[in-house]
């Protein structure tokens, strides 16, 4: 008789490799609200330049990042093309310290932020121009819906 333990768990490892798979590629690039992110604000001093009038698209990048040059391009022609919209990317490498303040985990990691520098939105991974349009609107509600400016 043969022992068939060593085949169920071969078989259970695949599987669960499969749905960890399908699950991180559905969440990729998808812009989400974090209650941990609630109140965290990102400063000009921070991010080394001023934060846009309307919007800020945040990206944390890594030397390795296979994904980053496509964010890098993709935010880069949304900042130049919407008003009040800027982009900044920021080595996360050379910044321990807003890594571990944001609890980054991944590169690229985009977060967008509203023209106070409140974190509104973020995504990891591949990004996505919908999703992204649709953190900028979210960004702009933020504003309009009773939030202080910057006066």
């Given at each position: ?12 490892v695949?599987?669960?490799?499969a749905v960890?798979?399908?699950v ?6 998808r ?7 609630a ?11 001023r934060?846009?009038e309307?919007?800020t698209?945040?990206?944390f ?5 296979s994904?980053?040059?496509?964010a890098?391009?993709?935010l880069?022609?949304?900042a130049?093309?919407?008003a ?8 996360a ?14 590169s ?11 974190i ?9 121009r ?22």
């Open positions: 008789m043969v022992d068939p333990t060593g085949l169920v768990i071969c078989a259970a695949l599987v669960a490799a960890f798979g399908a991180r590629t559905a969440r990729d690039g812009l989400r609200v974090r209650s941990a992110d109140g965290l604000r990102l400063t000009s001093a921070e991010l080394g330049q934060v846009g309307r919007a698209l945040v990206q990048s890594t030397t390795y990042c994904s980053c040059d496509a890098r391009r993709l880069g022609g949304l130049a093309t919407t009040g919209v800027t982009h900044v990317e920021v080595d490498e050379a910044r321990p310290d807003l890594v571990a303040r944001l609890g980054l985990l991944r690229p990691t985009v977060l967008v932020l509203d023209r106070d520098g409140r509104v939105r973020r995504a990891s991974g591949p990004q996505r919908a999703e992204i349009l649709a953190g900028i609107e979210a960004a702009t509600v933020s504003e309009t819906a009773g939030a202080p400016s910057r006066g």
